[in-house]
């Protein structure tokens, strides 16, 4: 089993920035990638970036490409997202995510509660 808890959301003016943090426990040997998950109200939850082990990679949504970037602290077992220049469209509940690599695809056993982002214009 892995526990993620997630910090670091709150309220920002567009333009802004804000780092969120996702803290893991439990068997973390177990994890291939972490990534960051966002749902906007009325909206599907959307992939936004994610950090993968062996080898290091970091892939992005188009969305946020050069604006965030995804960072792991293996000492810590902590993935974080410094996001900048946040713009209104990226108000949303931000999910932490972990999981493992499965015939060759992502499965994300592992979820956080979540931690609001609000962007005002």
């Known amino acids: 089993q892995v526990q993620l808890v997630e910090s670091g959301g709150g309220l920002v003016q567009t333009g802004g920035s804000l780092r969120l943090s996702c803290a893991a426990s439990g068997r973390t040997s177990d994890i291939y990638a972490m990534s960051w998950f966002r749902q906007a109200p009325g909206k599907e939850r959307e992939f936004v970036a994610r950090f993968s082990r062996l080898p290091i990679s970091t892939y992005y949504a188009d969305s946020v490409k050069g604006r965030f970037t995804i960072s792991r602290d293996d000492a810590k077992d902590t993935v974080y997202l410094q996001m900048n220049s946040l713009k209104s469209e990226d108000t949303a509940v931000y999910y932490c995510?972990?999981?493992?690599?499965?015939?060759?695809?992502?499965?994300?056993?592992?979820w956080g509660q979540g931690t609001q982002v609000s962007v005002s214009s």
């Open positions: 995510a972990a999981g493992g690599l499965v015939s060759g695809r992502i499965e994300y056993a592992y």
